[in-house]
C-alpha cells in the first residue's frame, strides 16, 4: 500500500471521522425525544454524509493513493466508532450522547483545522475549498451540540441519582 504523506493522512482522517459522525448522530438520536434536537441530527447527519462523499472525491484524485487514504479512513472510523460504543452504554441517555457529541464535535474542528494549516504550506486547491466548505460547518456543528448538551443538562435535577 502506498505511503502517505501527513496532508493526506489527515485528509483520511476527516473523512473517517464524517463517516463515524453518520453512526453517532443516528446512535444519539434514538437517545433523545425531542423533535427540534432529533431535526438537527438528521442535519448533521445529511452535512456528514456530504462531507465524506466531498473528501472522497478529493482523495480519489489522489495519484495511486486513493487506496490508502481510504483505508486509512475506514480505520480512523472504526476507531470512533469504537470510542462511541464505549462512551454510550446501555444505560446512556440523551444527555450522555450529546456530551459524547461535543467531545466527537470538538475532535473534528480540531482535525479540520489541522488539515487546514498543513494545506497552508501545500496550497493544494482542492483541499483548500474542501476545508472552506466543511470547517464552518463543524464549527457549527460543534456549537449545536454544545448548546443541546446544555439545554438537556437544564432539564436534568441536579440532585437526582445517575
Not at 459522525?21 to 438520536?29: F, N, P
Not at 484524485?61 to 454510550?88: N, P
Request: with cysteine.
Amino acid at each position: 500500500m502506498a505511503e502517505l504523506t501527513t496532508l493526506e493522512e489527515k485528509l483520511a482522517e476527516v473523512i473517517g471521522l464524517a463517516e463515524a459522525a453518520q453512526k453517532a448522530t443516528e446512535k444519539v438520536e434514538g437517545l433523545v425525544d425531542d423533535d427540534t434536537v432529533a431535526s438537527k441530527l438528521q442535519q448533521m447527519r445529511e452535512e456528514a454524509e456530504e462531507t465524506a462523499r466531498r473528501g472522497t472525491e478529493v482523495a480519489e484524485q489522489r495519484d495511486g493513493k486513493k487506496t490508502a487514504i481510504l483505508e486509512k479512513a475506514k480505520e480512523t472510523k472504526g476507531e470512533a466508532s469504537e470510542m462511541m460504543e464505549t462512551y454510550l452504554g446501555d444505560d446512556a441517555d440523551g444527555l450522555d450522547g450529546f456530551e459524547f457529541m461535543t467531545m466527537a464535535e470538538a475532535g473534528e474542528v480540531g482535525h479540520w483545522a489541522v488539515l487546514q494549516k498543513l494545506n497552508e504550506e501545500a496550497g493544494e486547491e482542492q483541499i483548500s475549498e474542501l476545508v472552506q466548505w466543511a470547517l464552518p460547518i463543524q464549527e457549527r456543528h460543534f456549537s449545536e451540540t454544545k448548546e443541546c448538551a446544555l439545554q438537556l443538562a437544564g432539564e436534568k435535577d441536579p440532585y437526582e441519582e445517575a
